[in-house]
């Protein structure tokens, strides 16, 4: 019998349902030969502390450095605390009884870091010896999965993917059991004050900048705006200087000529500038993109798309949602057009599917180097029927982008003219010449600026135009926007650092914190935890989590770019690096943190107010 073992009971219900297998036993389906059986998640996790004989938060205990991890059974909380989760003994008994039984193992869980640790875990508990076999697949369509099984690969091929989801675990356990114990027992805390080795940078970049939100003396200055008239087309210059001060912006503004007057010289044209500007299509989605327009046009949670896109992804409509690529290569571009045939008739994009069948293609997404473990998210090409709206809306961003990235480009004229009247202004424009792939969504402009006019008339060098209205304006320098969802997932792929490029930012996606799959989760700590909270789309700190900040923000456990370095390590030990170094080094750091933050946190529990509140 071959024992087929997925991630989830949906997942292995459905790989049987392509085979063929209906007789429903406790806890798997057999049929044809197979038996196809699942976990529900983790079942497995790194024993906690006191199965090391670490009993109680002991500062003699500190740092615990175990020898050797041992597994131990996902727990449950009860009226009398934690115990094990029985349905995790008991589905565990139903994998070794198929495991004893097979003649053949097949690891059909998600192909990714975390999919290869959730059986790897159930594989070494049980003390299974069998070879097995990896199904690695993008799509969850009958033709994939039947596509995977004809072409399984060796489990030993994937033993360094492995090795980076094992020493992810280990060094999250180090860092979060040993720094969360150090915080907790030197604040003389009566509730446990949570650290982790991402989740605690992720809390220094929002407290970081809510603080500097806060502390922000805004500036105030002037500048002055003038309205000039083209043969009846109006349209509006600001100027180049910023003034400090009322007096001398008035100074300048009463020198401004031609308001209405008829017979002044009005604003005169020094410069035109007039130049195309091609705007390539965006990339094709990952996961942390599609996160972010979410966000930003829905209001969804990180959490909430991927619980969206996991659905759709199970239902066969998208391919594999934890990707982080936003490239495909060569082999799935040439089923683009097929699947692009697919929208014709679609209520929103049927007009612009219909004129890509037609087209050249644009491959700005096509480049299998840049393609990792699964390609760039795509939908498949089964019709969906009878979709939430949630869910739909979610669909529309994959759906749309395919349209986008492989669309035209967009051609614009941006448009500067200078003008002189007493002082020198601006007036920037600029017209859409051809709309590309901006067209699908119908969008213009992510960002129109407010000095921009729509569009501005033909002017020449020499010109003078009548100004008909001129404004004395009143402004303020404002502070960097709070994090929302959106800004934070943005901010964590690149540790922090402020890259607007995608390309440049999709290139530092190695060394991002967390990896596109978990960040949602670390929001959703974070939350749990009381350190922040959501003010509609914005999160911002609580007492608790900026006193915990003011505690941690001078160490390492608190700096973006030292966890991303460590994100980058992992992804070598994927390629094949060193995973003893990379123990040595987490270990020797879990023994410097521990001891800097027995002594830190003193006196930190008279900061903290009983029940966390929002600071706002």
Request: glycine share 6%; hydrophobic share 35%; aromatic share 8%.
């Amino acid at each position: 019998m071959k024992i087929v073992i997925a991630e989830k009971p949906s997942v292995g219900r459905e790989l049987a349902k392509v085979f063929g297998a209906t007789t429903r036993k406790d806890g798997y389906i057999e049929g044809k030969g197979y038996s196809f059986t699942w976990a529900f998640g983790h079942l497995l996790q790194l024993a906690p502390p006191q199965d090391y004989g670490f009993i109680g938060w002991r500062k003699q205990h500190l740092p615990m450095l175990p020898a050797k991890f041992k597994l131990a059974i996902r727990k449950i909380k009860t009226k009398d605390g934690f115990v094990e989760d029985p349905g995790v003994r008991k589905q565990l008994d139903i994998i070794k009884k198929l495991f004893d039984e097979a003649t053949e193992i097949i690891v059909a869980t998600d192909a990714g870091r975390e999919g290869e640790l959730i059986f790897r875990y159930i594989y070494y508990f049980l003390k299974c010896k069998k070879p097995f076999k990896r199904l690695w697949i993008s799509s969850q369509t009958d033709e994939a999965i039947k596509d995977g099984f004809r072409n399984l690969k060796p489990g030993s091929d994937y033993d360094t993917l492995f090795n980076s989801a094992h020493c992810r675990s280990e060094s999250d356990w180090l860092v979060g059991m040993n720094a969360t114990q150090a915080l907790s027992i030197s604040a003389g805390s009566k509730s446990v004050l949570s650290l982790g080795r991402v989740q605690t940078p992720t809390l220094a970049m929002i407290c970081a900048r809510y603080i500097e939100s806060k502390n922000f003396v805004p500036q105030t200055f002037y500048q002055i705006a003038i309205q000039l008239d083209k043969e009846g087309q109006l349209f509006k210059a600001i100027s180049i200087a910023n003034f400090k001060t009322q007096p001398e912006a008035q100074e300048i503004f009463d020198k401004v000529e031609d308001v209405a007057s008829g017979f002044a010289t009005g604003g005169n044209i020094i410069a035109v500038e007039a130049k195309p500007r091609k705007e390539p299509p965006p990339l094709l989605h990952d996961l942390s993109s599609l996160q972010q327009e979410a966000n930003k046009k829905n209001g969804f949670t990180a959490d909430q798309t991927l619980n969206l896109l996991q659905n759709l992804y199970e239902s066969k409509l998208v391919s594999y949602p934890r990707t982080g690529s936003r490239y495909i290569g060569d082999d799935v571009f040439a089923n683009v057009p097929k699947l692009i045939s697919t929208l014709t008739d679609h209520p929103n994009f049927a007009n612009q599917a219909n004129f890509l069948q037609t087209a050249t293609l644009n491959k700005r997404s096509v480049n299998a180097k840049k393609v990792t473990d699964h390609h760039a998210i795509l939908p498949t090409g089964e019709k969906p029927y009878n979709l939430s709206k949630d869910h739909q809306a979610v669909y529309d961003m994959v759906a749309g982008r395919m349209l986008e990235a492989f669309h035209q480009e967009c051609i614009k004229e941006i448009t500067k003219i200078t003008i002189e009247s007493g002082s020198v202004f601006i007036a920037n424009g600029t017209v859409i010449r051809s709309a590309g792939w901006r067209s699908v969504f119908d969008e213009t402009e992510d960002e129109k600026k407010d000095e921009e006019n729509p569009a501005l008339p033909k002017l020449k060098v020499g010109e003078l135009l009548p100004i008909v209205n001129k404004a004395l304006l009143e402004k303020q320098t404002k502070p960097k926007p709070l994090y929302n969802e959106a800004s934070l997932l943005k901010a964590l792929e690149t540790s922090g650092k402020e890259i607007e490029d995608e390309e440049l930012r999709y290139a530092m996606k190695d060394s991002g914190l967390g990896t596109p799959a978990t960040r949602a989760a670390i929001i959703e700590t974070l939350l749990t935890r009381e350190y922040i909270v959501r003010d509609k789309r914005n999160l911002i700190p609580t007492t608790k989590g900026l006193a915990v900040y003011e505690v941690v923000k001078d160490k390492k456990i608190a700096q973006a770019e030292l966890t991303g370095q460590w994100e980058k390590r992992l992804e070598e030990i994927r390629s094949g690096a060193s995973v003893t170094e990379f123990k040595t080094e987490i270990a020797d750091y879990t023994k410097t943190i521990t001891q800097e933050l027995l002594v830190a946190g003193v006196g930190l529990s008279t900061q903290l107010a009983e029940v966390p509140t929002a600071v706002f």
